[in-house]
């Protein structure tokens, strides 16, 4: 008798809560549906399905697990509901990166000597001179180069001599000679041109002079008049500047929108309204794992020599893509797990529809769920969402009825439902606490407090304490917070904050009861960004002291 008893009382208590969920959900639900417009749902949607030709329309919950929503004309006016159709359009990315300009790595030039010798005299003699090919840069007087110049006007005279020989093999003897002298020359850095003047004046030079290779400017010299230089020494490096790279970082979630070949627009603060194009001709292999960013190399044209290597500069890298369906981005509810946009059917009706998209700036690209000439909604979402919910709950509690509970002594036993200590789904339970929250990250601990506390459905102070791993404060960061609730549609709020008596503070408008998520982002001064997220209570959120309970 004690066990039926329990059992009894067990079961009395949970029809009780059953009943009163029922009651405050059908409130809710009428209410809501009263103030846009549509005072009996139920009935219009049992209307709906009785109508000619809407036999086949799906009114109750589909795979999203929502139901399709009625929209009233007046509805629809009330909330701002827009409608836009589906279209296959060419799409294009632009993408924006800071960068700096660089030398063309292909177009530099190094001048060393394969000789020993001494600069006898410098014609080119400062940093940042610009020099043309085969212009002097110095004069170079060296003893192994004298000696080879005799050899060679000696080559010359034997060879001339003995090629008058009735002999083949004193003839080519007198050919090699000659040959092996010119190549000695060649080797050493003398011109062809050179070594044709060499043979019209007939006598070697005491100092040999040194040519530029390329167009360019000097860059780096090291050669002064009178040096003694040996081979291994640098004297100068030129660097062609008709060429430049822009080398732009980009963040990696945007690195599959650029491809080799993409045009660049590239502006600089030294010439304001003025754009250099060019092309992206290399993407890095590697991410540099502080800045979570790619190194992508843009070529472009320099004929006036306005871009200087070190420059900053601003680039927009645009990519082409092929047709596709696009739509607006504020169609899409993109929880991060699915994405949802609402269809019209006609007929006052609108019905969840699950997509696959990938966003591109300010629109999506529809891989599937859609077709092209379908109309969906761009604006009043949140709204729709909501109701959409709320009419797939309503066919729940119709198709499962209050009067087919049962409860049986044997499932009754096994819940732990006593009137000391049951609680329902929403109390404090579970919970975050109410109080300040501490988080360490690494050598830094975040302490997170509100004023007032615990948090409430409105307006709130969030206060940050940031401390180093001897327990200072560090006053020098920069801090974000940004809080949202985790629901489809709802996005981030962003709020800077700023160092007041000790903390950080950031006002914080929650817009209604529930748990917060607050995320703060603290970048202290040269170490990385930290990012850690706490969870707030805002208002009650509990059954506790309802009148019965």
Known sequence: MKIFHHASKRTTLAIALLTLTAALFSTFYLTQNRALGNPNPGARMKEMKGMPGMEGMEMGPNETGQAPAMLSPQKKQLIGVKVAEV????????????????????????????????????????????????????????PDLLATQQEYLLAKRSQKKLSASPIADVRETGNVLLDSARKRLLLWGISEGQIQALEKRGEPQTAMTMTSPIDGVVIKREGTQGMRVTPERTLYEIADLSTVWILADVYE???????????????????????????????????????????????????????????????????????????????????GIRQIVFVDQGMETVAPREITARRIGAHYIVQTGLTAGEKIVTSANFLIDSESKLMASANMMGSLGMAGIRMEQAQMGEMDMNMDGMKMKGTREGKPAAGSQTKKKGEVTLTLTTKPSPPVDGENTLQLIVTDAAGKPIDNAKVLFSYTMAMPGMKAVKVPATFKNGRYEGKAKFGMAGTWEVTVFVAPPGKPEIQEKFDLEAGEGDMEGMPGM
């Open 87 to 142: 279209e296959e359009k060419e799409t294009e990315r632009v993408i924006r990166a800071v960068g700096r300009v660089a030398y063309d790595e292909r177009r530099l030039a190094q001048i060393t000597l394969k000789v020993e010798g001494w600069i006898e005299k410098l014609f080119v003699n400062f940093t940042g001179q610009e020099v043309r090919k085969g212009e002097p840069l110095f004069t170079l007087y060296s």
């Open 253 to 335: 979630s945007e690195l599959s929108f650029i491809k080799k070949g993409a045009d660049a627009n590239v502006t600089v603060a030294a010439y304001p309204g003025e754009v250099f194009k060019g092309k992206v001709a290399f993407i890095d292999s590697f991410l540099n794992p502080q800045t979570r960013t790619v190194q992508v190399r843009i070529e472009l044209p320099n004929p006036d020599l306005k871009l200087k290597p070190q420059m900053f500069a601003d680039v927009e890298l645009t990519s082409h893509f092929e047709k596709g369906l696009l739509i607006p981005e504020s169609a899409v509810l993109d929880s």
